[in-house]
């Protein structure tokens, strides 16, 4: 739509009377007249997208409102939602610095449903989550106060639950359209059993921390019974009367959530597409990074309460976000071989960057806490051929703002040297991350704190190395292993390592030559007779 100048002044003189009538036309506008109200809507997102897009500032709880914008119509809401949201989203995104905290509360609970409501197409749901960025956008601005971060707890919260959506409902499907043709096996973790480190051997966790049972969340609540089965205390007639019955339900299973819906005569989502798919989980990731940066500014929590919350939603934001990285490993075509481990979209390296800056912002105490207890499932992860995955270890093991992730993951791998005695993909892997750690500690780059806790597992390695290659049926790992650490500690760059490993190095060429004459005994043993007696 065109503008003529010669009605911009008196379009923008009668403003007020003219929002008014566009508000009025569309709450009286019947049901079923769609194409006069789909009109009024066109003209209503001209003049929010111009010069007077201020004046509908007093109609936005109005405009929010489907009621009142679509009408009761069901052929209105479902042609004219996705129209509808786009417009809202647009004039919110440029109103965001000039609506108060009450509104931004309100806009954001809003678009939060949006997000999750299943009727709403992909589209919207992506519009939802980049306004709901805009919005913590414009709450950082604002006075830090308790209510301003449980805001942004909340949006957080919003985007990891549609996270655990994508990865536990939408994840299946989408392998089983899609990765027919390439090696990979989806794993949701959803039963008890499948959890991390609960199938562990006890021979392979030597001294690795105990699981926190877990505070009650949304995703932690156990299914209700209609009543419980013991007597009541009351004996009144009328306690005895409004008691229901117990259930009769034999099955000790827990229901599944399709079969609630389906009790509930309620249709489950519609299966995203893998396209689609990609860019939701992309925008959901960046958006839990910009709030997580924001909450990093702002006050923390006081109470224990909510410091158990937090780290609750950190800890599935982890969990559903690194499953939900599986979309990228499947090709954007059916029927077609997996994308090479090395080539990697844009989309997904921005969607690797952002999970993992989300990890790099909080507090060290939970990020301590979650990777000591979900380190492996993350390597569990990268096993079962996502491989793009170690990008984010990279990006823990040479930032600064967590020099203790090494620590972490070095304890986790030495738990594992027993299982360097065979050689198979995941000892494989296993070497590859020692070498990646000693690496990074070796370079130039390292603080004094890599420095000093590598210090304090040198022994060990080297003990558990030269111990465990004498019975391993193949010890090659474990020179290998040396190998990585020598060149790691060959440049004398870091002197408190260096002293250490010097120390240490008598008896360790001691044990070598020991080895290697053992070994040159046994390929050439002695021989019983000599050359004159076969002769």
Sequence with gaps: MAKIPAFMDLI??????????????????????ITVRREVLMALKFFTSAEMKSKFFPMLPRLISEHVVLGTGFTAIEHLRVFMYQMLADLLHHMRNSIGYDMIAHVAFVFCRTLHDPNNTSQVQIMSARLLNSLAESLSKMDSTDTTRDLLMEILEAHVAKLKIIAVYHMPILFQQY????????????????KPGTNIPKDTIRGAPKRRIRKLSIDSVEELEYCSTEPSS??????????????????????????????????????????????????IL??????????????????MYHCTKERDVFERLLRYGVMCMDVFVLP????QPQMHASLRTKDEKDAL????????????????????????????????????????????LVRNEVPFFASTMLSFLMSRMKLLEVSNDKTTLYVKLFKIIFSAIGSTNSGLHSDKMLTSYLPEI????????????????Y?????????????????????????LLPNLLQFLNKLTRKSCCTVHPPWPYSRNHIL
């Design 12 to 33: 923008t003189q009668n403003g007020e009377a003219l929002v008014s009538g566009i508000m009025q036309m569309l709450e009286r506008c019947p049901a079923d007249l």
């Design 179 to 194: 990765g027919t043709e390439i090696d990979y096996e989806y794993k949701n973790y959803e039963r008890e059993s499948d």
């Design 234 to 283: 009351s004996t009144s007639a009328d306690a005895a009367c409004n008691r229901l019955p117990p259930p009769t339900k034999e099955d000790t299973k827990k229901t599944s959530p399709e079969a609630i819906l389906t009790n509930m005569n309620a249709l489950t989502a519609p299966p995203l597409a893998i396209v689609e798919a990609r860019n939701l989980v992309k925008y």
């Design 286 to 303: 960046q958006t839990c990074k910009f709030v997580t940066g924001q909450l990093r500014v702002s006050r923390p929590p006081q109470d």
């Design 332 to 335: 954007t075509a059916r029927n």
């Design 353 to 396: 960057e952002s999970l993992a800056n989300v990890f790099t912002t909080i507090d060290h105490a939970v990020f301590r806490e979650i990777f000591e207890k979900y380190m492996d499932f993350l390597i569990e992860r990268i096993y079962n051929r996502n491989y793009p995955l170690q990008l984010i270890v990279n990006t823990f």
């Design 462 to 477: 080297l003990k558990q190395s030269t111990v465990l290659a004498l019975t391993a049926r193949e010890p090659l790992n």
């Design 479 to 503: 020179f290998l292993l040396l190998r990585s650490l020598f060149r790691s500690i060959g440049g004398g760059a870091q002197d408190v390592l260096y002293g250490k490993f010097l120390q």
